[in-house]
């Protein structure tokens, strides 16, 4: 589904991304840790299109398509969402109106009809159901008053809604106390199927009890470091990444 | 020599308005022309060094030519009609009221008739009405005063409301076209109704419109009055917005201004009477090197009164914006609320905002505050709202929509509303 090859990239002429190789299959979670300032959320960034990145090497694939010629509403168009770390508040902007306006700009850049009105208010009250939304959160402007944990089950019900084949979650778990974080992983456990695929990024072990990877990979210094199974993760709340770190510097 | 110099601008420019006809005056009507004609003698055209217009320079409106002509043109107005408001028109075509092109649904208790028939039909309301409050010192109200040629006469008897809201419609047909419309707009006690001045330019160049509109509002009377000004790129306006406002009054002000090479408007309002709620609102688009200039007063003279005043813009390319607005809470106001903001979004390098809000209180029990932002749209915003699918244009577009809401919803005739999102849609697009 995504291919990210030798990917480079810098901020500001500060290099971040010195070499990401990944590959993502559909039907997978793939889960990122890393310490902090390892270049975890510049990955979320770069593949969801923030243009304050420069890519000074290497490409990234998806579903066959060179990712890094598209504008960021292009990479949403062809189904990559990103839940962000730090949901933006848009007063006046109501969250209906805004997800019926994105539902039907990606309908048409597949050339599909708009969206009917019956059909899109009955994906709302099934969606937001699922994330425990209450509906007059649903209709309220964007994130605006919402509560820490309102805010990511507001990023997992946008992406209900949008029905992405890769969804990108950077440190959605952050903040979040035990209810929330059981509510926003059990969203995103009922949306994974087949034919879509994860990337979770995270800082904390926690997290993967609830949304199971099929992968795991430390990301360190802008280069994942090591990769393997679900187990890892636990390997890595028990030994922090000190280990890594020193296995990495005796490699170079 | 530049006193003299002065002079012949002035006199010159005054020279356009020699020529008129105004057989239908009655005694009232002529005896305020005299005395603002005698006024405008004591008076200057501002300058840059006039603090009241330090930042609108009126030198091209000044040193243009203007005719003053009548046009009998066969003029379809559809696009100037407002859904639900077809039945309640008042059409003046260049300042000249046009029979055959208006139409007014008769209501007991309600007059909506040209300014020129009501001064005979309604002559007692005229002489208690007429030019009572507009200021002797602004030339440019005493230039309409002198020289009006017609307007909208409004009048809503005691417990009356106007079933449908009434639309006075302003059209220029010609090049350097000036104008004085005249609009006076009564509701008496516990009455009930909502008004919509708009300004259009068929066709032509420069025209200049010299605007005043008279609002008393009368012991607990509710009215809405809405201004929509878009004439053309190279047109002139510049309005005074006099209103009276007596006790337990509601009254909503809103103006709207999307085109004019220079638009400025005077808006002053004298709360005169205790728990009274004035609402006053605008939204101006400038573009090019446009400038809109929005000078409001609010006089709370007694106590017990709330006004809240809200002005939004978006200016984009060169074009320049400016706010002034004043609240007076003076002594005996005591128990005032007054609130005032007025926020800016700059979409370009080279626009410009001049903001200065403006409190002067002199009762010690109030509540007031202001506050002026500027900005730029959010980034993050813009960046969020993509990464859902949104295209930039319609990411930008739902913001400034969402920006213009909160004025916006101060409009209480509903199709207007709508025209005016619509119109904020377009004046968007590039």
């Given amino acids: 589904m995504i291919k990210i090859e030798n990917l480079h990239a810098s901020i500001d002429g500060q290099p971040i991304l010195k070499g990401i190789n990944l590959e993502v299959k559909p039907g997978e979670v793939h889960a990122i840790m890393g310490p902090n300032g390892s270049g975890k959320s510049t990955l979320a960034s770069v593949l969801a299109g923030r243009e304050e990145y420069e890519i000074t090497e290497g490409s990234v694939t998806f579903e066959g398509k060179d990712l890094l010629e598209l504008g960021a509403e292009d990479r949403a168009r062809e189904g990559i969402f990103l839940a962000f770390q730090y949901p933006v508040e848009i007063p006046g902007v109501s969250n209906i109106n805004f997800l019926k306006t994105a539902i039907n700009e990606i309908r048409k850049y597949k050339g599909e009809e708009p969206m009917p009105a019956k059909d899109f208010l009955k994906r709302v009250k099934e969606k937001s159901a699922l994330v425990e939304l209450d509906n007059s959160l649903a209709s309220r402007s964007v994130n605006e008053g919402f509560s820490g944990g309102e805010k990511k089950r507001n990023e997992i019900f946008q992406m209900a809604m949008l029905d992405p084949k890769l969804s990108i979650l950077d440190e959605t778990d952050s903040g979040l106390d035990i209810d929330a974080l059981r509510i926003v992983a059990n969203g995103v456990n009922k949306l994974k199927s087949a034919d879509n695929a994860s990337i979770v990024i995270t800082h904390y072990q926690r997290l993967l009890d609830y949304i199971v990877p099929d992968f795991v990979h430390v990301l360190y210094n802008g280069k994942i470091i090591k990769s393997g199974p679900k187990e890892l993760a636990l390997e890595l709340e028990e030994k922090g990444y000190d280990w890594l770190k020193k296995e990495e510097a005796l490699e170079v | ?430």
Wanted: one cysteine or more.
């Fill in chain 2, 1 to 430: 020599m530049s006193e003299i110099a002065t002079m012949n601008v002035k006199d010159q420019f005054l020279s356009t308005f020699g020529v008129q006809d105004f057989h239908f005056d009655t005694a009232a009507s002529k005896a305020a022309r005299d005395e603002a004609t005698k006024r405008i003698e004591g008076l200057d055209f501002p300058t840059s060094k006039t603090e009241y217009w330090k930042y609108t320079r009126i030198n091209r409106i000044l040193k243009a030519e203007y005719t003053i002509a009548e046009s009998a043109a066969n003029i379809d107005i559809t696009p100037f009609l407002i859904k639900g408001m077809e039945n309640n028109i008042l059409v003046f075509v260049n300042g000249f009221y046009r029979s055959d092109l208006s139409t007014i649904t008769d209501q007991k208790g309600v007059i909506a008739c040209p300014l020129s028939e009501a001064k005979k039909k309604h002559a007692k309301l005229f002489a208690s009405y007429f030019s009572k409050k507009v200021p002797v010192d602004e030339i440019f109200a005493n230039i309409n005063t002198a020289f009006h040629q017609d307007g909208a006469f409004i009048h809503i008897e005691k417990k009356q409301k106007a079933d449908h809201p009434i639309h006075i419609i302003n059209l220029i047909d010609g090049d350097q076209i000036i104008t004085n419309p005249r609009n006076l707009i009564i509701g008496e006690a516990f009455s009930e109704g909502k008004v919509v001045t708009s300004y259009h330019n068929l066709n032509g160049r420069k025209s200049f419109t010299n605007a005043v509109n008279e609002c008393f509002a009368a012991e607990n009377s509710f009215l809405e009055f809405n201004k929509l000004q878009e004439e053309n790129g190279t047109s002139f306006h510049i309005a005074t917005d006099q209103v009276q406002q007596e006790k337990s009054g509601n009254f909503t002000i809103n103006t709207f201004t999307f085109n004019g090479d220079i638009v400025r408007n005077n808006l002053n309002i004298a709360v005169a009477g205790e728990n009274g709620y004035t609402s006053l609102n605008g939204f101006y688009l400038p573009k090019a090197k446009q400038l809109v200039d929005n000078h409001t007063r609010v006089d709370h003279l007694v106590p017990h009164c709330e006004s809240h005043e809200l002005y939004r813009g978006v200016i984009d390319d060169k074009a320049t914006a400016v706010f002034n607005g004043k609240v007076m809470v003076h002594r005996d106001a005591q128990k005032t609320n007054a609130f005032q903001a007025n926020n800016n979004v700059l979409l370009s390098d080279d626009a410009t905002i001049n903001s200065k809000p403006e409190l002067e209180i002199y009762a010690d029990d109030v509540k007031c505050s202001h506050g002026s932002t500027v900005g730029q749209l959010d980034e993050e915003a813009i960046f969020y709202l993509k990464a859902r699918g949104l295209s930039e244009d319609s990411a930008i577009r739902l913001l400034l929509n969402a920006f213009a809401a909160d004025v916006l919803q101060h409009i209480g005739i509903e199709t207007f509303r709508q025209l005016i999102e619509e119109k904020i849609e377009t004046g968007l697009k590039k």
